[in-house]
């Protein structure tokens, strides 16, 4: 999933700042400050309390830079809008499009002991995402809401680390790179083939690397694009080409051979699909990402493997959304609208999103029980190597 990547005050104690809209009025920290999280193949996502209700669940996305909440979190904090003489935001999705926006104040955000303070959020609908995710996601915590902090997020350890100063206690720093902040958001300089591109570093898509179309006419391909999965953002959903290619991507020293690569519109981006196994270290103030990592060499780039089904969450288990081109679900003629109700002889509400592809991952086959226009069925899908 990858979210929208949305443009827009602190304190060891407490300290102020003015540098962003979407950045708090006031920190309050005291202390370095690890929080449990929550780790998918979709990010990492915290428990959150704001104006003293809650918890909900966000997650943490760098890719925005307002925060964001749903209208049923605005509702149950009431959440007072942004007085303002100018129109709702305008921000610009995954897409590349444009997702209006209105804006709230929120009096406190707390994620464990750290207390944000004056925050502006955006209002964006986000049925859609917890659907795709199968679990109820509460918001997003943009970038700029950690402004005037040191920010770990710890995949490994499955953790928030923050801290007015650098955390102690972390894996060793493999790559220090510069961070170029582009609509408030973080980007870096990458080499693809030895040719220099910006990304921006987005925690909230799960993909490894994704370009534009434009992007990739200089490059040179291993495997050619074929079309992928859906891409959910906020405000629509888009359909993306997956291909891998030749030579290496090498992000400030960190390397990685033949690179999966994510084609559609909107921003260039690096995801978790391939920062995962990294603690991603950022200070604004500085200007600066450190991966931190206790592996060493290159980074893997696995077969993308897939039964060839887009899908979403409902009651009676996982309701079929897009069909991939040439894969074994459309051999099998399973129709966008049927649904799973049994994968592996279990209950497929029972199933996890990463539980499936984590099965994919590792066996031959998914066997599961369809619902449809056709009746009912068992079916045993091939695993098949969307990007070999």
């Known amino acids: 999933m990858a979210c929208a990547a949305l443009l ?75 007085e303002s003489d100018s129109e709702d935001v305008l921000a610009v999705n995954g897409l590349g499009d444009s997702v209006q926006m209105p804006r709230v104040i929120l009096d406190t955000l707390t994620i464990g002991s750290v207390q944000f ?7 964006v609908p986000l049925q859609l995402q917890s659907k795709i995710d199968s679990r109820v996601l509460d ?16 995949f490994p350890g499955q953790q928030l680390v923050l801290s007015p100063d650098w955390p102690k206690n972390l894996p060793p720093v493999r790559a220090e790179l510069p961070i170029t902040e582009q ?7 990458m080499l693809l083939q030895g040719k220099s591109f910006t990304a921006m570093i987005d925690t909230g898509a799960n993909e490894r690397l994704h370009l534009s179309p434009e992007q990739t006419a200089s490059l040179i391909w291993k495997v050619e694009p074929r079309s992928g999965f859906l891409l959910a953002v906020a405000g629509e959903v888009g359909r993306e080409h997956e291909g891998r290619l030749a030579g290496e991507l090498d992000l400030g020293g960190v390397r990685q051979e033949e690179p999966v ?17 990294f603690c991603l270290v950022f200070h604004e103030a500085e200007d600066k990402l450190w991966l931190c990592s206790t592996q060493s060499g290159l980074l893997a780039s696995p077969p993308e493997r ?8 409902e009651a009676g288990g996982w309701r079929v959304a897009a069909i991939i081109p040439n894969s074994p679900a459309e051999t099998a003629a399973i129709a966008v609208g049927d649904i799973l109700t049994q994968i592996e002889g279990q209950p497929a509400r029972n199933w996890t999103r990463d539980q499936v592809q984590a099965w994919i991952d590792s066996h ?7 619902s449809g226009s056709s009746g009912e069925r068992d079916i045993n899908l091939p695993v098949w190597s969307l990007v070999p």
């Open 364 to 370: 031959a086959s998914l066997t599961v029980h369809l």
């Open 306 to 313: 897939s039964v060839g089904i887009s899908m979403y969450a």
């Open 117 to 123: 303070e004056g925050v502006v959020a955006g209002v």
């Open 139 to 154: 918001g997003l915590l943009g970038y700029t809401l950690f402004t005037d902090l040191f920010f770990a997020m710890d």
């Open 8 to 82: 827009l005050l602190s304190s060891a104690g407490l300290c102020a700042s003015t540098l962003h809209e979407g950045a708090p009025l006031f920190t309050r920290i005291t202390q370095t400050t690890a929080i449990p999280a929550e780790v998918t193949g979709h990010g990492m996502f915290v428990s959150v309390m704001i104006n003293g209700q809650g918890p909900f669940r966000m997650e943490i996305d760098t890719g925005c830079s307002y925060s964001i909440i749903s209208p049923e979190v605005a509702a149950a904090v009431e959440a007072h809008g942004v």
């Open 183 to 189: 609509s408030e958001v973080p980007t870096v300089k």
């Open 261 to 277: 690569v994510g084609v559609s519109d909107g921003p260039t981006s690096i995801g978790t699909g391939l920062l995962h196994s």
